[in-house]
């Protein structure tokens, strides 16, 4: 998984680039691994992850290691080893005097 790389889900509409992230990290969307092409049949989406993702929201791990972007919502949500992925907090623009 190298940055710029297209991940789709298998189980909806769902698509994210990665920014930043490397080696053998699996990135799954509603509990199934994601790919870079999507399959002629989607398989069925885990209830545990299916709060959904955000276009133009960027996900990353607890350890910040791993940064998404989503650039196509859907209807499962983003993990890596079973645990979920959170949305990046907007950091906030100095105050100008």
Known sequence: MKPGTRLKSVV???EVMVIRGGG???VACGGKPMAEARPAERE???PAFAEGT???KRYVDAAGTVELLCVKPGQGSLSMG???LQ???AKPLP???
Do not use: F, L, P, Y
């Open 95 to 97: 105050s100008s005097d």
């Open 82 to 84: 079973g645990v979920a």
């Open 44 to 46: 069925a989406i885990n």
């Open 24 to 26: 053998d990290m699996v």
């Open 54 to 56: 955000r276009v133009g």
């Open 12 to 14: 909806c509409d769902a």
């Open 87 to 89: 949305v990046k907090d």
